[in-house]
């Protein structure tokens, strides 16, 4: 049983409803991320088809993670350090972060390359493929971080300053 509210109205019809879906799941931020995604695939896709494989092993795959790995920590530090407010960065993580490098990375693949190399008893080459990856990539997202941290806010000049 509902109570009446001072109006006489009911309680439940008096809260205002929220039908706006989250940020996440609005159709320009999906839009964004695929937008992004397919760039970020394609790129891959080029350089995949531009770079030989050594040994059997796809080279593109360890370059475009570490790559990827780099621009996180640059895009996300730098958005910060440039003072971009908090809608310009929202929209820049969804296309650069989620989209572009999630679409330009490929983990799956790296996963895929790994297991192939132990399956054929190339235990060494294996496991320095994927840790040295895993390990050269998270030094790129650092030295990204550095990078990006160096950024500077752009100042405006002062009104009459140029006089």
């Known amino acids: 049983m509902s109570h009446p509210t001072p109006a006489g109205g009911d309680r439940a019809a008096a809260q205002p409803r929220t039908s706006a879906r989250p940020a996440y799941l609005q159709a320009s931020s999906i839009a964004l991320v695929l937008l992004g995604g ?94 040295g990856t895993v390990v050269v990539g998270a030094a790129a997202t650092m030295t990204g971080i550095v990078v990006g941290s160096r950024q500077r806010p752009r100042r405006t000049p002062a009104r009459g300053a140029d006089r």
């Open 38 to 131: 397919g760039v970020g695939a394609g790129v891959r896709e080029g350089l995949s088809l531009l770079v030989p494989e050594a040994d059997g092993v796809q080279v593109v795959v360890p370059v475009v993670n570490v790559l990827g790995a780099f621009l996180l920590g640059y895009l996300y530090e730098a958005l910060v350090a440039a003072g971009a407010g908090p809608s310009t960065t929202a929209r820049l993580r969804l296309l650069v972060g989620a989209g572009f490098c999630g679409g330009l990375t490929t983990y799956s693949s790296l996963t895929t390359a790994t297991a192939l190399l132990l399956e054929d008893s190339r235990w060494g080459f294996g496991v320095a493929y994927a840790l």
